[in-house]
């Protein structure tokens, strides 16, 4: 994994992607894969058998990882913010050192109260049994066991995917402390937490935004950085010509868009919670049949 001038050498690979090629997040990572020696895979969804689309990242990442010591992936809507740290080299090293084959973020606190005792859109794999072992179990099958045994008070939202399956399977295996978890500001944040700079955190991570396209964009103009949230002599160190691709005029519609569909589903919310309640009450009360 580390050459004798104590670089990284290719046995080590970001691997980023999702159901589909959709955002620009890959100049991201691959100009930071260059500046530290990493290998890079931009990879698509395709394979046999996925119904569920978070278990295209799972196939992708136990197809990639017989190549490599460690794979890193970066989901799609994943963003590095701060160039200056070898991050994924410190945690790597220190997860060898400790005998662990994985590394996850704590999932922050979301505005909306949302959180999760971990959050896979930014994962470091270890080629080893246990990883291949816990890859094996990303299926539907395994998913509807997981619903079953999912305590929201213990282990946070349930979202229905491969996040979910890989905390189940660790703790049924017994394997949390072979898991190194760090918190969200080193692998795996979000936008309110920056509050001074792009080096606030490591990471952005722009999971549920309703435009992710809007997300970044918005989030880059609050910064006053490109699109593709890299500085500019990094752009033109890699000679990256096409940049910024969302016009101004374009981000003002999306921008009313989004801002206006927000507002009223905020608004709407209310009754929909209502209406929700009230089936839940007729459901438990045998059907609420007409006349009584």
């Known amino acids: ?10 046995s080590t690979c970001i691997v980023s992607g999702a159901d589909e090629i959709r955002l620009r997040s890959y100049i991201n990572h691959s100009i930071y894969a260059r500046i530290y020696g990493l290998d890079y895979r931009l990879e698509c969804g395709i394979a ?3 119904v569920n689309k978070f278990f295209y990242k799972t196939s992708i990442i136990a197809r990639v990882l017989p190549r490599y010591d460690w794979i890193v992936w970066m989901d799609d809507d994943t963003f590095i913010t701060d160039f200056s740290r070898d991050t994924f080299r410190e945690l790597i090293d220190q997860a060898e050192s400790r005998g662990q084959f994985l590394v996850l973020a704590e999932g922050p606190v979301e505005p909306n109260g949302f959180w999760s005792v971990v959050n896979t859109g930014v994962m470091l794999i270890k080629n080893c049994n246990e990883s291949f072992e816990m890859l094996g179990a990303m299926d539907d099958a395994h998913l509807a066991d997981v619903e079953d045994w999912w305590d929201e008070e213990c282990h946070g939202v ?11 399977w660790l ?13 969200h500001a080193t692998l795996n944040s979000r936008g309110h937490y920056y509050t001074e700079s792009l080096s606030d955190a490591f990471i952005m991570h722009f999971c549920g935004y309703p435009d992710k396209e ?6 880059a103009k609050r910064f006053g950085v490109g699109q593709e949230l890299v500085p500019d002599e990094l752009l033109d160190r890699f000679s990256v010509r096409v940049r910024s691709p969302m016009s101004d005029r ?7 868009v989004t801002r206006t569909t927000s507002r009223v589903k905020k608004e709407l919310r209310p009754y929909y919670h209502r209406l929700r309640d009230l089936r839940a009450s007729r459901q438990a009360n045998g059907g609420g049949a007409a006349g009584h």
């Open 171 to 183: 703790e049924t295996n017994g394997l949390m402390d072979r898991v190194q978890i760090v918190g």
């Open 214 to 219: 809007w997300g970044v964009v918005r989030f």
């Open 1 to 10: 994994m580390r050459s004798a001038d104590g670089t990284f050498n290719s």
């Open 158 to 168: 349930f979202t229905g995917g491969d996040q979910d399956v890989v905390v189940w």
């Open 48 to 50: 046999e058998g996925v």
């Open 250 to 256: 374009e981000f003002a519609r999306r921008d009313l």
